[in-house]
């Protein structure tokens, strides 16, 4: 089974500045991203997921997120299980993103 990495909001800008082709995936439902979401993020929520992920590509990074990061590490290990690599997942969710790097990303 693949690793998944936990990364932080600030690991995560580094990683974007780093390898612009990571893909960033908010799992949370759509009156959720409908308040915030990271810029160019692909939105599958929870319940889709198994349904969907099909639509992901192959081979590049994945962030998974969600609010404070419980969905998306349930989310990253099907992922995981269904053979994604390299799969991270975004310690405390959208909220920590907000917190720590001061900027509240608007849909």
């Given at each position: 089974m693949t690793d998944i990495i936990r990364i932080t909001a600030h690991e995560l800008e580094n990683l974007l500045a780093q390898q612009p082709d990571?893909?960033?995936?908010?799992?949370?439902?759509?009156e959720e991203t409908?308040?915030?979401?990271?810029?160019g993020s692909v939105s599958i929520p929870m319940g889709e997921l198994a349904a969907r992920h099909n639509e992901l590509p192959d081979g590049c990074p994945i962030v998974v997120y969600c609010a404070h990061g419980i969905r998306s590490q349930y989310c990253a290990l099907f992922l995981a299980d269904a053979g994604f690599s390299p799969?991270?997942?975004l310690t405390g969710g959208i909220d920590a993103?907000?917190?720590d790097t001061g900027t509240v990303p608007r849909a």
């Open positions: 990571t893909l960033l995936l908010d799992v949370r439902e759509p409908a308040l915030c979401a990271l810029p799969l991270y997942n993103w907000m917190r």
